[in-house]
Every structure is written in C-alpha cells, then in structure tokens.
C-alpha cells in the first residue's frame, strides 16, 4: 500500500475506486467497505483509493475539539488498513481553509482534480463540503458531467450500531473490553514508552513496567485491571502474557492515574523502550485494599486468571 501525504504529489491514479471517511478503528464494518472497494478495483483493472484526514474532522469543525479521543493513531490506520489491500492511502490534512470548501468545491477542486475517480463507493448519508451541505444527491447530478460512477454501500453497514466508532469507543472507556474487541475484530491495543515508576511492584513480587502513553489522542480504556499481550516493538519480540492496571492506585494512597504492565515470567531492563499492548479482557474494577499484604494476594489471583483467559484467546 502507498501512502501519500501531499494532494499535490499524486500519482495518475488507475481507474480510481475511491472512498472517503476518518476510518477510525478499521472495524468490522469498516472491512465491508474496503472489500467492495478493491473487488471492484479488481474488477476493472484499478487501483483502490482511501481518503482519510489528519487531524480529524472534528477537531477543527466540531463542538468538543479537545474531547475527541482515537481508537486509531494515524500510523495504527496505516498498519490496519495495509492488511486490507488496499492499494493508496491518501491522508488529507484537514484544515479550517479545507472545511470552508463549498460542497461543489469539494467535488471539483479536490475529489475531481485530484483523484479523477472513476468510482466512488459512498453511503447514501456522506455529508462533505462547508456546512456538511454536499451530499449523495449532488454526487448523482454531477457524476455525468465529471465521468465517475457512485457505488453505494450497504444502509445495513451505515446503520449497524453495533460496528460503529462511537459504539466501540463507548465500549473501551467502559472497559468492555470483550465487546470492543468483536466489533473491531481484533484486540484492542496501545503503544507506550516504559518510564521510571516508584517501584513499589518489586517490593510485593509484581515487577510492572509504567507505560507513558505515546499519543495523548489515544483512547484509554478505563480504570481497572486487565489481562493482556505485551510486544517489545524495537525487538519485534514474540507476544508476552501480562496483566495491566490503569487507575490512581488507591491503597498506596495515589492521586495520578498510571498505567502499569506486570508481564509475566520476565526480567530485564526495558526503560524507554516502546511495548504495543493488546486488551484481551477486563478482570475488574480498581479497588482499594485494607494494606499490601491483601493487595498481593489480589494480584496473584489476579494473574491465575489473566492466565487462563490468554491461554484459552492463544488456543
């Protein structure tokens, strides 16, 4: 998959099916899309085209800007819609002066000039241009003119609730983990950088690496205890087995929310290095404990359970 980041530097696109959206989660709703497309792409001997934008949308357009929270950084949107075969990415920077385009604007001075589609699969409610006032119908007066076709996706797939982004972001800030993870059809995961904690695991016998998140844009799920799979990137190592607490840590009196991996059966420096976590399952809510003894037999039952359930997702 190519991925361009300058609408100014494309190349001549082959028989163009295109499709637009923020993609955010590549969920299992998402794939209905991308395999229309590249069927289709396949079909006429073209290439498939996903336009998507940085930031999204609705930091600069929408009401809560600084609120938005992504199932998706931009280079997990890569990595996720590689798997896909599609053909191009284009990541479209989006701006206050790209909101102001007139939806006939939209369609002329940037779908038309720059990606010349000769399909474009969109849902009967795509909205686009100043005002959202472009929409499915303006695309049918204009396609004859500009020489593409519509292909529309299935009402099924714009109207399953259950797939959406906002249904799955939903889920992962309420910990429903398992949830989240079948609409996306994989686990849901994060990247970190391991940083120096106050080393209070050790003391009990639960070493945990404390993770800074690498995009603050990143959704979180929420607090509590989770099984999980931890990956060291810079090694491209094989998936660990772990446990992970997200929370103020209560019973030593903690004020910051931290995120803390014990991953198990492992002993070696990883400060600064960069660990991908997946979300396998949600164990329970943070707790307060009477002191650090009932703390560490928490912990242990804690990871007889994360043990079994990794061990039965793996098999």
């Known amino acids: 998959m190519q991925v361009h980041k300058h609408i100014d530097r494309l190349p ?67 990595e996720l819609l590689e798997k896909q075969g599609i053909d191009h990415l284009v990541i479209v920077p989006f701006t206050s002066e790209f909101a102001e385009q007139t939806a006939l604007e939209y369609v002329e001075q940037f779908l038309v000039a720059h990606f010349h589609p000769r399909y474009l699969v969109i849902g009967y409610d795509h909205r686009f241009g100043k005002n959202r006032e472009g929409n499915y119908q303006l695309l049918e007066a204009l396609k004859d003119k500009h020489g593409f076709e519509l292909l529309e996706i299935p009402a099924e797939v714009l109207n399953d609730n259950t797939i959406s982004s906002t249904r ?82 209560p019973t030593v009196d903690g004020t910051r929310q931290t995120v803390e991996v014990n991953i198990f059966d492992f002993d070696a420096d990883i400060y600064g290095e960069t660990l991908r976590i997946e979300v396998i399952c949600h164990l329970r809510g943070e707790q307060k404990f009477s002191g650090l003894d009932s703390l560490k037999a928490q912990l242990q039952k804690d990871k007889e359970a994360s043990q079994l359930l990794l061990r039965a997702y793996e098999s």
């Open 168 to 249: 799955i972001r939903t889920s992962v800030i309420n910990s429903h983990i398992a949830a989240a993870n079948s609409y996306l059809g994989y686990a849901y995961f994060f990247e970190g950088t391991v940083v120096e904690g106050n080393k209070l695991g050790r003391t009990i016998g639960y070493p945990t690496a404390n993770i800074r998140m690498n995009d603050t844009e990143k959704l979180m799920p929420g607090n509590g205890v989770y099984a999980v799979r931890v990956k060291r990137m810079q090694q491209n190592g094989a998936w660990m087995k772990g446990m992970m607490n997200i929370g103020v840590r």
């Open 12 to 78: 001549n696109f082959r028989n163009a099916v295109v499709t637009i959206g923020t993609f955010d989660g590549v969920h299992n709703g998402h794939r209905i899309i991308t395999k229309q497309l590249t069927e289709k792409a396949a079909a006429i001997n073209g290439e498939s085209v996903i336009i998507t934008f940085n930031p999204h949308p609705r930091r600069i357009v929408g009401n809560q800007q600084s609120e938005i929270r992504l199932i998706n950084t931009i280079a997990e949107k890569i």
